[in-house]
């Protein structure tokens, strides 16, 4: 079964960002029927070139990656 992981980053840090961003993705990820949505990871707060520099979600998506 094909699995789908989204990445994501943005400037506002803001619950609704992740959550409509990983709704849009369920949305296509439900239009095959054979796919299935696993996991997601959210860099927030992330404005400039260099900001996600020791962000929090580095390691949460090294080691999503490191589990597939």
């Known amino acids: 079964m094909?699995?789908?992981y989204l990445l994501s980053v943005a400037a506002e840090d803001e619950d609704y960002v992740?959550?409509?961003?990983?709704?849009?993705?369920?949305?296509?990820?439900?239009c095959f029927e054979k796919a299935e949505f696993k996991g997601k990871v959210f860099?927030?707060?992330?404005?400039?070139?260099?900001?996600i520099e020791g962000h929090k979600a580095l390691d949460e998506a090294y080691s999503m990656g490191n589990a597939i």
């Open 43 to 51: 860099a927030g707060g992330v404005n400039e070139q260099g900001e």
């Open 18 to 30: 992740d959550k409509n961003a990983a709704g849009g993705v369920q949305g296509w990820v439900d």
């Open 2 to 4: 094909p699995e789908v």
